[in-house]
């Protein structure tokens, strides 16, 4: 059984940062796409990044480019979301997820390739 646990979420205030963890089990997350996403109150799940072909490449979207770095321990089967001089808008439920068929890696980072969620940490980010 596929388990994703996060965790690492909290409340800081804008310029700060966090480190979130998902730590997997029920299978490697070396050959899977790992995504991390976020959904803030009243709108849609948005994908935030990805990582993929072992932790060699990397995706992010625009708006954290820069700021978030996402990186795995294969050996600990664990995923990270560095997150840099956070702001309000970065505020929301974060969730990492898995894509068992990496289609990430071609078509981008998309809420239906993945098939696995954790549950989810929340992020505050005070201004």
């Known amino acids: 059984q596929v388990q994703l646990v996060e965790s690492g979420g909290g409340s800081v205030e804008a310029g700060g940062s966090l480190r979130l963890s998902c730590a997997a089990s029920g299978l490697s997350i070396v050959t899977p796409c790992m995504g991390w996403f976020r959904q803030a109150p009243g709108k849609e799940r948005e994908g935030v990044a990805a990582?993929?072909?072992?932790?060699?490449?990397?995706y992010y979207i625009d708006s954290v480019k820069g700021r978030f770095t996402i990186s795995q321990d294969n050996a600990k089967n664990t995923l990270y979301l560095q997150m840099n001089t956070l702001k309000s808008e970065d505020s929301a439920m974060y969730y990492c997820?898995?894509?068992?068929?990496?289609?990430?890696?071609?078509?981008?980072?998309?809420?239906?390739?993945?098939?696995?969620w954790g549950q989810g940490t929340q992020v505050a980010v005070s201004s």
């Open positions: 990582i993929y072909n072992g932790g060699r490449s990397t």
């Open positions: 997820a898995v894509d068992r068929w990496c289609q990430t890696a071609v078509a981008g980072l998309r809420t239906r390739y993945y098939t696995y």
